[in-house]
């Protein structure tokens, strides 16, 4: 009975371990060597929207990003607040769902970031550790999966020195899910550091069938749920930005997770923080395919965002005007 616990635990870990790497996008690089049409993906197509979606053509010149020293693939972008860092996570093909891990970058340019490693801190061993964020103050938060199966929380912060992590803890409260197989996967907290946007996903038969927004103040308090009710549907919403001056929410929407789905990123307006953000518009430039994360930077003109472009997953940068 003891062994037959033990290995039912270790089952257990394992699927939510797989579970969260679907939710990182691990699995469309494997999946995607065995799909022609998804090989043969022409960045340059138009997205096709219905006439019911409101479409938002601010954003043009769409270019890729290099940075020099790594190769990998590179997911799930987010810049500084004060535009100096590229923070990222990546996916390794044969580490078979085990483990994600973030790195770090400079900038040089707009488009060029100096690769600087691995972030100290944040990755534990065995776990999916991925969605970083920062506030003004260098307060980095993150998800990991490191204590899920022990207490259900992702959500975790520290203190960026310019070089490491430090001062880590995980953020518990009231924004919580309550039982597996919910899960909260992905979080963004405004420049302010007042708040997060943290994303509370139930997943069933491998896979998430629902993802939306929960507000929450940055000690894990549940905020007034209105303000993100136009964002929140019956598809997946996730993996959002917020503008410096919280006015602009970027985020990713999909019907469901799958090869042929409809991958889009949405912005959704006010005009005063007191307000709810508005109905979302979906944004031309980014093209279609696999694309996910956007993160606005502090000046708010330019947008990065990751894509699969039938080989790997690479950053990739808009412009607005």
């Not at 691990?26 to 197509?45: P, Q």
């Not at 219905?50 to 940075?67: G, M, Y």
């Not at 069933?204 to 009710?229: C, D, Y």
């Amino acid at each position: 009975m003891k062994d037959t616990g033990k290995r039912n635990r270790l089952v257990n870990k394992k699927s939510v371990l797989f579970i969260c790497a679907v939710l990182l996008v691990a699995f469309f690089v494997v999946n995607s060597k065995n799909d022609k049409k998804y090989n043969n993906i022409n960045l340059d197509l138009p997205v096709d929207v219905s006439h019911d979606v409101v479409v938002n053509e601010e954003w043009n010149n769409l270019r890729k990003v290099t940075i020099t020293g790594f190769r990998g693939n590179a997911q799930e972008p987010f810049i500084s607040r004060d535009d100096k860092y590229l923070f990222f996570n990546d996916f390794i093909p044969h580490d078979d769902y085990k483990e994600k891990k973030m790195h770090w970058a400079t900038r040089v340019d707009d488009v060029t970031f100096k690769y600087q490693g691995l972030l100290e801190g944040v990755n534990e061993k065995g776990a999916v550790n991925g969605a970083p964020s920062m506030d003004m103050d260098n307060n980095f938060y993150w998800i990991s999966t490191g204590s899920y199966l022990e207490d259900l929380i992702t959500v975790y912060k520290g203190k960026f020195t310019g070089e490491e992590v430090v001062d880590v803890e995980r953020v518990s409260g009231d924004y919580q899910v309550e039982k597996m197989p919910e899960i909260n996967f992905d979080v963004e907290v405004s420049k302010d550091g007042r708040e997060l946007y943290i994303v509370e996903g139930l997943m069933r038969n491998g896979g998430p069938i629902e993802a939306n927004f929960v507000l929450s103040t940055f000690n894990g308090s549940r905020l007034a749920q209105n303000i993100v009710s136009n964002i929140n549907t019956k598809a997946l919403e996730y993996a959002a930005s917020i503008s410096s001056d919280n006015l602009e929410l970027y985020f990713t929407r999909v019907p469901e997770v799958s090869m042929s789905a409809d991958f889009g990123i949405f912005v959704s307006k006010r005009e005063s923080v007191d307000q709810d953000f508005g109905i979302p518009e979906r944004i031309l430039g980014v093209g279609r395919g696999m694309l996910e994360a956007p993160s606005i930077n502090d000046a708010g003109n330019l947008l990065y965002f990751h894509k699969f472009d039938g080989n790997k997953f690479d950053i990739y940068v808009l412009e607005r005007g």
